[in-house]
């Protein structure tokens, strides 16, 4: 499986934004679909947004659209998620994810490889 690493996450304060990365290891990165989740304190782990494999088809989830871009090179096998007008209820830790298929999907036991998280704080 494809090991993924996040990174980019820290302390902001609201209205302002953040750029999440995620590398993986492997050179077949852009053999997978990407998505991100966050996970706050107490709750569920959330889909985010979630990115094809050529990069060109975003799918995103209400909360964050408008406010997130989800992006990646697969030259550098990485994803990025650029976060902006954050809000105090965008606090959590992130994740990215890959799967296979072809349609998006919100579901976590969908996806096969997880990083480790990357915490982000929002303060209002």
């Known amino acids: 499986q494809v090991q993924l690493v996040e990174s980019g996450g820290g302390l902001v304060q609201a209205g302002d934004s953040l750029r999440l990365s995620c590398a993986a290891s492997?050179?077949?990165?852009?053999?997978?679909?990407m998505g991100w989740f966050r996970q706050a304190p107490g709750k569920e782990r959330q889909f985010v947004a979630e990115?094809?494999?050529?990069?060109?088809?975003?799918y995103y989830a209400d909360s964050v659209k408008g406010r997130f871009t989800i992006s990646r090179d697969n030259t550098k096998n990485t994803v990025y998620l650029q976060m902006n007008s954050l809000k105090s209820e965008d606090t959590a830790v992130y994740y990215c994810?890959?799967?296979?298929?072809?349609?998006?999907?919100?579901?976590?036991?969908?996806?096969?490889?997880w990083g480790q998280g990357t915490q982000v704080t929002v303060s209002s």
């Open positions: 492997e050179r077949t990165f852009s053999t997978y679909r």
């Open positions: 990115i094809n494999r050529s990069g060109n088809i975003p």
């Open positions: 994810a890959a799967r296979g298929g072809v349609r998006p999907s919100e579901n976590i036991y969908d996806y096969l490889s």
